[in-house]
Every structure is written in structure tokens, then in C-alpha cells.
């Protein structure tokens, strides 16, 4: 069932020095869960009865990950090993976190305090130990909770999203009562961090099926607490001709023709969001959304921030959702220059990409040749290294002060009065040639 030679030696050298020092211990939870799924692990989870100072006295290089919860992390040929004391844990005033945990508990104590049937079983370097048919589950292909779900949602309500994580992750589905749950405990999801669910998220946004994930979210009650924006678009009617779709439905249309990128996925999931905010309809009785990729850059910065997103992330989705509708009208060498800038390079594929799943997303016919074009041109400009901005200009802040320009605002002006030049010819980035326009224009 579990194939060894996919376990690394240095797993195996953990459980048999514990072993050894008379203390059980086992594999445990999502390594065990993928090893028999064939999947590759993302981390190594190791349960032990030793308590973490015995575990830190056993190994040498030992990191004391979060030693209040039995937590530490023993490295081996630098892979980590997170081991955890035998716990349960008890009583959760806060759908959180336990107020308190305890050691010197079973292993079977141990187990029934995780999420889901699947993510419950041990191995102990022979066999596999299942005290909540994890296995059949797995051969089931679903996701259940140990124990009542409603309790162990209670307890922390972050398991809500993790059950939705997973059956995107591993194309599970969901039994009844695991799911229905989820709809009469949705509203706990606010007193979770917005770390802890960030996570979550970017989890589901990042498997085979965010589009799924999204809509389990919806369907369970979840997403109007963690994205009240996007609930908003749900049935939201476009009647407009280039779409067929209600808001919520085209977005998840363009999610689905997304690869598997960070700052692809969420400008696809947040590059619409603006639409039921400013909605108009004009004299011909159409549907329009003036502005709306300004206005849904700005709330995706919002959104993003209330997340705790990093701000590079921050910054390249809001670009990405800024200039979203940059195809419209079909753009000239210069202003494909300026468009370039903005984005920066970094963003040009998710840039692209995104146009072209936008595009997917509405209804045929799919005209693709604008942004084919466009793709085309961007990549003869950065190919041929023509200048693009006001760094790549052959003179620079220096050069204009020996000649007598003060610093300061009009000095911007100046350099920028000479990027439109460079920008329309390129051949004219020369510093003899910049500098006499300095000296004659502007002295
Ligand atoms: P991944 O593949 O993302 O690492 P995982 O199942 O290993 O998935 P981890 O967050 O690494 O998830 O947690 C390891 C194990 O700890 C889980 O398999 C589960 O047994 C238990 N666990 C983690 N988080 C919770 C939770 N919120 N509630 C109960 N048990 C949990
Ligand atoms: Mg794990």
C-alpha cells in the first residue's frame, strides 16, 4: 500500500531513533494520505510519545518550532521533520484554537483530534494504522471530518476551508454531512485569521480546480464572509452583447482558462470585481461598467491587503487588474511602450494570459488576434532592447545638471519630454543628441 522506497531514509532514521529510545512514533496525517495516494508529500509530519525535550535530546540539529504545542522540528541532511508530542486538545472558546493542550495522551487521543478521516492515519515505517477508516475514504475519493463535523468546525473554523482545500486539491468530494455543516457554521470563518484563511486560498487558487473551489465557497455559505465583493456578482446580469454570462459566472469562466499561476489567478478571480459597483445602463438599453478596471484595481488592492498579502503581490495584481481592458482600442508602437512600463516586465505573461482567458470568458465569437498581436509586438520591442523608460535614456539626472538644470520637478519634466522623443525613435537615444534638445529647448 505504501510504497517505501518514496519515503527518504532520513523519515525512516527519525521513527527508528525514537523507536529505539522505547518511545512509539509514526508518520502521521497528509504524508501518510499522499504516500498512499502516490502523491508526492509536501512536508513530513512525525507523531511521537516522547515528549519535545526527549525529542531534542535524541537529535542533533533540533529546532523548537512551537515547543507550547509539542511541536519541534528535527533536521536531518537539512530535510525537516516536524515532530509532535502525543496531544489532544482542549476545550476551543474561539472556533480557533484550543485554550489549552495536553500531553501523556494515547495515540489514538492523538489522532482523534485531526481534521479529516483521511488525514488521521499513521504509518510506523511497516504498517499503516487507521482508527477512522481514513482508507476507505481514500478509495471512496472523499473528504470527511473525524468526529461531528459541526463540532469539529466549531472548534476551528478553519477546518471549513481546509475540507474545501482539499477535495480541489485532491478532486474529492465531499460527504453530506461534512459538507452540510459547513452551511450552518460558515458564519464562525470570521473569527479566523485572515492569514490562516489567505492560505487556504491561495491553496485552492493554485490546484487542478480552483473552480470548484470558488464555488464550494459560495455554495456553503463561506465566500460571503471571506469575499463579500465577489458574493456580489453572483447573478449579477451583465446585458451587455459581448457577454452571456451573469458576473460571478464569467469570472469563474476566465479563472478556469487560467494556468496555475499566483497573480494570474487572483487578478482573474478579482479583474471583474468592480462590475455590480458601476453598472450603468446607457439610452440603447445596454449594460456598461465604465471604469471599472480602475475602480476594481483599487478594491483588489483592499481585498488583497485585508488578506495580508505581501505587497508585490499586491502591486502586480492591482496592475494586472488595471490594465485588464488595455487591448481596447488597439494600441500603437509608442502606447504599447507605455503600456510596458506600466505593467513592468515581470507582469507582461500574466498580463497576456489574462487577456486572453478574459477574452475566452465572454461569448464567442473569440477574437484573439488583438492580443495575439499585441503578445507579438511587446516581444519584438523588449527583443530589439529599445529604451522604455526614463532609466534606459542615454543621458540621466547628472548629465542634465552639468548643463545647468536644477533638480526637481522640472527636471522630471524634462527627462520625460525625452522619452517621448526616444520612445517614438529610438534611434535618437544618443547623449550628444539628448543633451543639445536640453540645451536648446529648455536652457
Ligand atoms: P499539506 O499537503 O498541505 O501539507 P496536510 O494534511 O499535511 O496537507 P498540514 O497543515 O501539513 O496538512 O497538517 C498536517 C496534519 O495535521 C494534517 O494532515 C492533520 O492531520 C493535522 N491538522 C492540520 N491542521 C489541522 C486543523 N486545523 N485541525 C485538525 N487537524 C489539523
Ligand atoms: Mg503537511
Not at 483530534?113 to 499513521?122: A, E, G, K
Not at 503578445?375 to 542634465?400: F, M, Q, T, W
Amino acid at each position: 500500500m505504501i510504497d517505501k522506497s518514496k519515503i527518504p531514509n532520513e523519515a525512516l532514521e527519525v521513527l527508528d531513533t525514537l523507536k529505539e529510545n522505547r518511545y512509539d512514533s509514526f508518520l502521521v496525517g497528509g504524508c501518510v494520505r499522499d504516500l498512499i495516494l502516490n502523491r508526492i508529500p509536501k512536508d513530513w509530519d512525525v507523531t511521537t510519545s516522547a515528549l519535545p525535550e526527549q525529542v531534542i535530546s535524541l537529535f542533533s540539529h533540533v529546532i523548537p518550532t512551537r515547543i507550547q504545542h509539542g511541536t519541534v522540528t528535527v533536521l536531518m541532511n537539512n530535510i525537516p521533520f516536524e515532530v509532535t508530542t502525543f496531544r489532544t486538545d482542549g476545550n476551543y472558546s474561539d472556533n480557533r484554537r484550543p485554550d489549552s493542550v495536553q500531553f501523556g495522551v494515547s495515540i489514538f487521543d492523538d489522532v482523534s483530534r485531526r481534521d479529516f478521516t483521511i488525514n488521521s492515519m499513521l504509518f510506523d515505517g511497516e504498517q499503516i494504522v487507521d482508527y477512522y477508516a481514513g482508507l476507505n475514504d481514500l478509495e471512496k475519493r472523499m473528504i470527511r471530518t473525524v468526529g461531528h463535523p459541526w463540532v469539529r468546525y466549531q472548534e476551528d473554523a478553519l477546518r471549513m476551508m481546509r475540507c474545501i482545500r482539499f477535495s480541489c486539491q485532491l478532486g474529492f468530494t465531499i460527504e453530506e454531512k461534512t459538507l452540510e455543516a459547513i452551511k450552518d457554521e460558515c458564519e464562525s470563518i470570521k473569527n479566523v485569521s485572515w492569514e490562516r484563511i489567505r492560505d487556504e486560498l491561495v491553496k485552492i487558487l493554485m490546484s487542478d480546480r480552483p473552480v470548484q473551489g470558488i464555488r464550494l465557497l459560495q455554495k456553503s455559505g463561506l465566500l460571503k464572509y471571506i469575499l463579500p465583493e465577489l458574493e456580489a456578482c453572483v447573478g449579477f446580469d451583465q446585458q451587455n452583447y459581448h457577454h452571456r454570462n451573469d458576473v460571478f459566472e464569467h469570472i469563474l469562466k476566465v479563472l478556469d482558462a487560467t494556468d496555475s499561476r499566483l497573480n494570474l489567478r487572483l487578478s482573474a478571480l478579482l479583474h471583474d470585481i468592480a462590475k455590480p459597483k458601476t453598472f450603468s445602463i446607457g439610452e440603447d438599453g445596454v449594460g456598461h461598467f465604465y471604469s471599472h478596471h480602475i475602480i476594481g484595481a483599487e478594491m483588489s488592492m483592499e481585498i488583497l491587503k485585508r488578506f495580508k498579502f505581501d505587497n508585490e503581490t499586491i502591486n502586480n495584481v492591482y496592475i494586472l487588474v488595471k490594465e485588464h481592458m488595455a487591448r481596447y482600442p488597439k494600441l500603437r508602437s509608442g502606447s504599447t511602450k507605455k503600456l510596458i512600463n506600466r505593467l513592468g516586465k515581470h507582469n507582461i505573461d500574466d498580463f497576456i494570459d489574462l487577456q486572453l482567458a478574459d477574452i475566452i470568458g465572454s461569448k464567442p465569437p473569440y477574437e484573439f488576434d488583438n492580443v495575439i498581436d499585441l503578445k507579438r509586438e511587446i516581444k519584438h520591442i523588449l527583443e530589439a532592447k529599445e529604451p522604455l523608460s526614463v532609466k534606459d535614456l542615454a543621458v540621466n539626472g547628472y548629465d542634465l545638471i552639468e548643463i545647468g538644470i536644477e533638480p526637481g520637478k522640472r527636471m522630471g519634466q524634462i527627462l520625460n519630454g525625452l522619452l517621448e522623443i526616444v520612445l517614438k525613435s529610438p534611434e535618437l537615444n544618443t547623449r550628444e543628441y539628448l543633451l543639445d534638445i536640453v540645451r536648446r529647448e529648455y536652457n
